[in-house]
């Protein structure tokens, strides 16, 4: 046994290049060789150590941005550097990869006849072939859409211009149903870039939006002079507090009536944005919470808009984020991005924006996006992968929670599949687990004031996720005395 780790470790680079050229040869999600952490040089981490004010700009995956990363030897869940350190990242870029880095089945796409065919030649869709294009997006796209809607809308960028663009598509479609606002140039809000729309906008229609307590300020919306609410703060294990919870929730819907009678006569709500889960602090809240939440905006008109940019595609142990909260009327609006390669809105064709305020789509180069879209959804399918990331997420939440209740090292354990969140007494011990863990080659995220969270791939396995536990076993809190965390 000791023959063998003295093995791989004295001859990493050989084994790695075997198993990488077997896994290419029989088509292996990622490379084997890959499935332990190991840390050679922690030392760097000291040089990132110095707290600043402002918990925002002390992400360690930030601190570590300059720090030199190998992508071309990274592969599946491990993130490697130069110094020899492979490191189990649970992070994932903010949760963008889905399938981890350089994973063989993906980078296969390259070479498929559709792709080089499709993107050798035709560079937009105005250039392709409608009706090929059309039974392109039919058969590809639409068939992983949220359920009851067949429009699609592909943006530039990422997630946060399908947010953008969702909202101006939404507050279109306001407009269209209650009237009024002639002296709004609307072709120019529809061409307009998302901060130019707004101005035009001349603080006369406002957006409704949520952002967690744990991560105060971090609402990319409220500069705009847009109502920000609260996600209800529930305290777990839920069912210990359920009275608390519940009475947490109808205070937050209490304040959401509040806020649109309050700006009806000034500058009325015109949309109203959630996301299944915050992306900053982990924050959510009962499906009960959302069904009611959908209930008023469709009581007073106003179209809905679920972000999905970071919870779609299967980490909340669901394709999408919202199907958890069985919603009797869909939303208007589904923003998804990040992880799905391409970024855009689902919405229905009475919402979708047409003629004069028409909204801008893809441009040159970018329908390569739209296929890896359908091959990243194809893949998952293929796969079962969102039953196993509800199989991965039951060990982390009960392993963790089995060593907690010894150790008490965290609170608040909470989200859905493996988009989860764990709370600390104050940001310094957030912040000191966390680098405990990356001294044990575990990255996670520091997602608010005194929040870690963990947003894998989709292709972490339980084997793997045991050394996060196993990380938890070996930690005792004396150790944030010692010298190196400080």
Not at 66 to 78: A, C, I, P, T, W
Not at 93 to 98: E, F
Not at 130 to 156: C, Q, R
């Amino acid at each position: 046994k000791m023959f063998w780790r003295e093995f791989n470790q004295k001859n990493w680079q050989l084994v790695r290049k075997v198993t990488n050229f077997s896994s290419k040869t029989l088509g292996l999600p990622f490379a084997v060789a890959l499935r332990n952490p190991t840390v050679v040089n922690a030392d760097y981490t000291s040089s990132h150590s110095k707290p600043v004010n402002e918990w925002m700009k002390t992400s360690l995956e930030d601190k570590l941005a300059g720090h030199l990363f190998d992508y071309k030897k990274s592969r599946g869940n491990f993130v490697c550097d130069y110094e020899g350190n492979e490191i189990l990242d649970l992070a994932m870029q903010g949760g963008n990869l889905a399938f981890g880095y350089n994973p063989n089945s993906f980078l296969h796409l390259r070479v498929r006849k559709l792709y080089n065919r499709l993107t050798s030649s035709i560079k937009i869709p105005t250039k392709m072939d409608s009706d090929d294009y059309m039974f392109y997006i039919k058969t590809n796209i639409l068939p992983y859409a949220p359920k009851g809607m067949g429009e699609v809308h592909f943006t530039k960028g990422k997630g946060k211009l399908a947010v953008e663009s969702s909202i101006k598509a939404a507050i279109l479609s306001y407009r269209k149903s209650r009237g009024g606002f002639e002296d709004i140039d609307w072709e120019k809000f529809a061409a307009s870039d998302f901060s130019d729309s707004v101005d035009l906008l001349q603080d006369r229609i406002s957006v409704l939006s949520f952002e967690s307590a744990r991560a105060p300020g971090s609402n990319y919306f409220a500069k705009h002079d847009w109502p920000v609410i609260h996600t209800p703060d529930l305290t777990y294990p839920y069912q210990k507090n359920k009275k608390d919870n519940i009475q947490e929730e109808n205070r937050r819907l209490k304040e959401v009536r509040e806020t649109i009678a309050a700006r009806e006569s000034s500058s009325p709500v015109g949309a109203i944005i959630v996301e299944p889960i915050t992306f900053l602090g982990n924050c959510m809240a009962t499906p009960t919470f959302y069904r009611k939440l959908r209930d008023i905006a469709k009581e007073h008109n106003i179209p809905f808009i679920v972000d999905e940019t970071r919870t779609g595609f299967g980490k909340t142990a669901k394709f999408w984020g919202l199907e958890h909260w069985h919603l009797d009327d869909m939303p208007e609006f589904v923003a998804f991005g990040g992880s799905s390669a391409a970024s855009g809105f689902f919405t229905t064709r009475d919402h979708i924006p047409y003629g004069p305020h028409k909204l801008p789509t893809i441009g040159d180069e970018s329908l390569s996006n739209v296929i890896e879209f359908s091959e990243t959804a194809e893949y998952i399918k293929k796969k079962s992968l969102v039953d196993k990331v509800e199989d991965v997420s039951g060990f982390i939440k009960v392993e963790l929670d089995r060593i907690n209740k010894k150790k008490g090292i965290y609170t608040n354990l909470r989200g859905n599949g493996t988009f989860l969140g764990l709370d600390f007494e104050d940001y310094y011990r957030a912040r000191h687990f966390q680098k405990y863990l990356l001294r044990n080659g575990v990255l996670v995220s520091l997602v608010g004031q005194q929040t870690l969270g963990i947003r894998p791939s989709l292709l972490l396995r339980p084997d793997q996720a045991s050394h996060l536990r196993d990380a938890f076993i070996d930690y005792y809190p004396r150790f944030h005395t010692d010298v190196w965390l400080d």
